[in-house]
Structures are given as C-alpha cells and as structure tokens.
T-cell receptor, first 113, second 112 residues
Framework: ETGVTQTPRHLVMGMTNKKSLKCEQH?????MYWYKQSAKKPLELMFV???????ENNSVPSRFSPECPNSSHLFLHLHTLQPEDSALYLC????????????FGQGTRLTVV | KQEVTQIPAALSVPEGENLVLNCSFT??????LQWFRQDPGKGLTSLLL?????REQTSGRLNASLDKSSGRSTLYIAASQPGDSATYLC???????????FGSGTKLNVKP
C-alpha cells in the first residue's frame, strides 16, 4: 500500500462511452500526476497538477480531460476513446518543491473496445 | 529533452547472484533519481531515492549509486532471490521539479 489509491482497477469501455478514473492520496503531497504505460514503451507523462493548478499538459488528445478539485484528488475523464488508448494508467503524487519520493498507485487497466 | 536509457532490457540470473542494473540519462541537470520496482500488471513501488548531491543510497540488499556528472546510476542487488523478479525502472527528476522521466525498464528474472 503506497498511500495512493486508484479506482477502478480495471475498466472496459466502448469507444462512445464516457468514464472517469479516480486517484486519491492522503500523504499531504501537493503535486499529482497522470502517466500512461503502454506495452514496451516508457511511461509517458500526461498531466501534472501542482498546488491544484495544471502545470503540464504533454500534448495529450482532448478526449482525455483531467480534473483536480483539491490536493488529495485527481480525476481523468475519458470520452470517445480509441482502441490505441488501451493501457495502464498510473497516478502518482509527490511534493512539488522538495526532493521527496514519488508514490504511485496500482493503476487502472483500461481496455477500449 | 531528457532521455533515460536502461541496460539491459532483460536479465535472467540464478538465485544467489549479485547483479547490477544500469540507468543513464542525457541531461545532468537533475534534482534526484528514483528507482522503482513494478510487478506485472501492477503499479510502481519506490525502492530508493538519491538526491543530486548524494553518491549512493542503501536499503537492505539494494544499493543505488549516482554519478551525476556522467549521467549514470546503478542499482546493485545482492544475493538475488526469486522474489526479486520484476521490472526495475529508474526515473530522473529535472530541476524544474514537476515531472519525472522514466527509462523503459530492466525485466529481471531470478531463477530458483
């Protein structure tokens, strides 16, 4: 248990569905991240929130929409996804301005059919 | 842009061997470097964190070193066990703090 909880753990959705991934941390961290992990590729940074403000958006398609309502919660809203979006989506948190560890959740395994 | 490379991509060793995993990065302006372990289909578990001012960190049978000027880090695993089988990832944090760059990982298999 890393202190970062992601739900759901598995998700199968059709290309016309709308779903949301949730991430929650109670470690007192002030930065949260979404990463995408596809087979045989390095982890790709998608979004970074620092002090609840989005500070990084790595050219992610608009069908992915992040939301950070407070420092403990992070969402990734999904709509009209493509099969190539199937991957493991990982949430992480850390302190933004100190050399602290990054803690990762267990991930959501997303399959788009 | 920072690039992180891990060698080898896969490693298979008999139980009890000492082994070294390598990580290299192209931009030495890093704040810290972190080693993670990932079991199949699971999230990442943090193993060791080395600040840019440090040379090494140790935890149990694990020892990580950092040579910032040459852009290299190694993870040394002593007396490997089958339970060490996993993918090991290194990640560097640049000095603007707000991101981590990951390597592709080394998949380790320790045979009983």
């Amino acid at each position: 248990e890393t202190g970062v909880t992601q739900t759901p753990r598995h998700l199968v959705m059709g290309m016309t569905n709308k779903k949301s991934l949730k991430c929650e941390q109670h470690l007192g961290h002030n930065a949260m991240y979404w990463y995408k992990q596809s087979a045989k590729k390095p982890l790709e940074l998608m979004f970074v929130y620092s002090l609840e403000e989005r500070v990084e958006n790595n050219s992610v398609p608009s069908r992915f929409s992040p939301e950070c309502p407070n420092s403990s919660h992070l969402f990734l809203h999904l709509h009209t996804l493509q099969p190539e979006d199937s991957a493991l989506y990982l949430c992480a948190s850390s302190q933004a301005f100190r050399g602290s560890y990054a803690f990762f959740g267990q991930g959501t395994r997303l399959t788009v059919v | 842009k920072q690039e992180v490379t891990q060698i080898p991509a896969a490693l298979s060793v008999p139980e009890g061997e000492n082994l070294v995993l390598n990580c290299s990065f192209t931009d030495s302006a890093i704040y810290n470097l972190q080693w993670f372990r990932q079991d199949p289909g699971k999230g990442l578990t943090s193993l060791l964190l080395i600040q840019s001012s440090q040379r090494e960190q140790t935890s149990g049978r694990l020892n990580a070193s950092l040579d910032k000027s040459s852009g290299r880090s190694t993870l040394y695993i002593a007396a490997s066990q089958p339970g060490d089988s996993a993918t090991y990832l290194c990640a560097v944090r640049p000095e603007d703090f707000n991101k981590f760059y990951f390597g592709s990982g080394t998949k380790l298999n320790v045979k009983p």
